[in-house]
């Protein structure tokens, strides 16, 4: 306790009362005490409690034994704000800048009317990063995964074929990842996502034609779809609303031309893989079991990569 002292004693020789004084403002007398260290504490050093005040020390201490909210599924609290699905969406739209001005640039130098890339055609940047297995590139190199441009199997996911493709895109994320990343937690979401985007891309590879180029979001965008099936079945919720859009979704895939099948399948089966891992993980060794699952995806994904690659310059 800190007290400062009074006259050593009053008219009749006794001793004379001390007057508390704030421990952290000696120059402060104060009768509230901290109910927690009992020290005294003047207004200014006085932290509100759910029983009196406590001083600056005990509630960062206080603070620091508590453990931070986590999600079903052992994620962070953080992710309810969705900044990791802003973030991809922010990205996909810079992404898609960069293409349409890589298209104009193009167009200008050859005279052309510059719109490319705004309505499904292919630009310099689509060229550069979208899925293609082996083939002449516009400037006539050999290039794709298989001539070691393995970057295209990551890139492609933020690449799209003008304004529509990604809106539409964008529009799932923007539904479905909010959703996923408040149950989930920003990191284990966004290695969802990726994962997800990752294994679309490589059933692009895998088993579309060597010199047929694919990019887009929804190879992801699917794997969110079979995630969240899987989430809320897991958290034991009512998941009639989502059989129909994935059966909407599913049949756009086969009936439209030009959509990448392999692409959208496999991000739906990957995805479904990962959000069992993440679903199903036992709570003891919780995280290790996460993290281990979806190291086997991934490795599992690079295998097949391989073995195709094989297949090709073989």
């Excluded at 901290?34 to 001083?55: K, L, N, W, Y």
């Excluded at 895998?206 to 779809?225: E, K, M, V």
């Excluded at 991000?267 to 036992?282: H, S």
Aim: charged share 10%.
């Amino acid at each position: 306790m800190t007290e400062r002292s009074g006259q050593a004693g009053d008219a009749t020789g006794g001793p004379v009362p001390t007057t508390p004084v704030c421990y952290r403002h000696p120059g402060r007398e104060t009768y509230v005490r901290c109910t927690r260290c009992d020290r005294p504490i003047c207004p200014e050093c006085m932290r509100d409690a759910s029983v009196g005040h406590q001083c600056p020390e005990c509630v960062s201490e206080g603070r620091r034994s508590v453990r931070p909210a986590r999600t079903a599924f052992g994620g962070g609290a953080a992710g309810r704000q969705g900044y990791v699905t802003k973030t991809l969406i922010a990205l996909n739209v810079l992404v898609m800048v960069l293409s349409i001005a890589s298209a104009r640039s193009g167009a200008a130098a050859a005279g052309g009317s510059g719109f490319g890339g705004l309505f499904g055609d292919s630009t310099p940047l689509t060229n550069w990063g979208a899925v293609i297995g082996q083939a002449i590139l516009p400037d006539g190199t050999l290039g794709g995964v298989a001539e070691g441009q393995w970057y295209r199997l990551v890139t492609a996911m933020f690449l799209h074929y003008g304004l529509p493709h990604l809106l539409l895109n964008m529009w799932g994320l923007w539904v479905l990842g909010r959703a996923l990343e408040a149950v989930l937690g920003p990191l284990r979401f966004l290695a969802l996502y990726l994962i997800a985007g990752l294994g679309g891309n490589v059933a692009v590879y895998l088993f579309s034609p060597a010199n047929q180029p694919s990019a887009g979001a929804s190879t992801a965008i699917f794997g969110l779809f079979a995630a969240i099936f899987v989430i809320m079945r897991r958290l034991g919720r009512d998941t009639s609303a989502i059989v129909p859009i994935l059966v909407i979704n599913l049949v756009f895939t086969f009936a439209v031309p030009n959509i990448s099948v392999a692409g959208h399948l496999g991000g739906l089966v990957v995805g479904a893989l990962m959000a069992l891992v993440l679903a199903y993980a036992p709570r003891m060794r919780r995280t290790t079991f996460q993290a281990a699952g979806g190291a086997v995806l991934l490795v599992a994904l690079l295998g097949l990569v391989l073995v195709r690659t094989g297949m090709l310059i073989g």
